[in-house]
DNA sequence: GTGGTCTAGACCACA
DNA sequence: GTGGTCTAGACCACA
């Protein structure tokens, strides 16, 4: 269901969350659906399950999952998680616009590049390169 | 010329790398212009020289700066250096713009927070709140 | 009769004491009325025999209600109960008292905060959003 | 500097966030004060730095101490935890009034109980007693 | 069975 | 030296 990536430099219980949340957020972790258990997607990444707690710790944190005592963790409602993504999401792009407008970018030249940026990834998606 | 934050989550020697170039691409600092000693720099920002060499030696593999022995470190091209943050920039927008697909966002409500962003921008900038 | 939260994250059987205790408080159960089985409720509830029954022995242990060998559970003094209610309620304001004096929160400021506590809850009650 | 309570049945990472707090807003450790290294800490307390390491990263989370890697955490702005913690207990003492209200105390007995709550707090004050 | 806390101890990045 | 991550493994609370 995850894979990890060695080569990626961010720490494990990070790229663990990360592609946790993509998971709710695609939908293949359905609201109040359960998780795997700590211990047995630790298993199956062979990590530690201290490694996997700390990321369903910073999923519980964001309000992305629930966790109930000696059952185990479940999802939260999708919608608000794709919501809070959104909100990060334009809170980047406002970072990156800071940084464009500091190398004289033009809100043109940037919205250009947003229409090639689409056009690709749209193209990716249909011949499945993602 | 340059001040840290050290509230700044980053390491140091990545804030400095980042100020530095910069100050490049600003212009301030011009083409073949010596930038400051490894030493000199290291005592005016009370930090390690260590800190200051990790930093040069940054900018250095990313061709901002060049170094002649005996003599010091240099600034390159600032036509190359823009050019290269401007590369950068645009692949965080392609990324982005994948993240933005997968949670539903339109080319066009894109579009729209990225004229936000500008206005946004400009705005702070007439303000001087930046 | 009782409905547990799924997303409350304190345990199940802390849940349920507590909602259990309101009823007593409220006098939905009143005095010497039988609680319903611990396996009737665990089977109402979903959950497990032993959660119930762990409800059951820390609302005895607080002398709520009272246990009849091979006839079941018993509501006790509704007015102890509330009394013992109480009791908490101004152990845990006195606690409050001291945190909020070390931050400098006068007497006056405090009163005002409860006298806007008071004026909410019962608007709350008034509009149902309770 | 602090003690932990062994009797206390919280987390010694959530008594210890407790201890640290309590001493940013009592001014003890001030703004930009450096706090004893995770290790100097840990072996004081003869703990695990793991846990000691919980309980700054709580810190860092909430706002009341900052990280910089290599070098250690200090304070932030004592004025910010102090109103971080004053928002904290007016949220407690609204959920304290809404079950003072279940168990029918009047806003004016509670108000009453608040004022004996802070005379004897002024009194263990003057008498050293905390 | 489930998650939560903690220890002992290693190794890494950064200053 | 500093903090950050991770493992191996124990023990506890809860269901």
Known sequence: MV???SKDRRP??????E???DLMIAGVLKEDEALPSVRTLAADLSINPNTV????????????IYTVKGKGSFVSDN???????????????????????SVNISETDFMRQ???GF?????N?????L
């Open 3 to 5: 894979l990890l990536d």
């Open 114 to 116: 947003v229409s090639v």
């Open 19 to 21: 592609k946790l949340s």
């Open 79 to 101: 919608a608000k998680i794709q919501e809070h993504k959104k909100q990060l999401i334009f809170t980047s792009l406002d970072a990156l616009i800071s940084q464009a407008i």
């Open 12 to 17: 494990i219980y990070e790229q663990l969350t």
């Open 53 to 64: 707690q700390r990321s369903y710790l910073e999923l519980e944190r964001r309000g992305y």
């Open 125 to 129: 998606l249909r011949e499945g390169s």
């Open 119 to 123: 056009r690709n990834a749209s193209t």
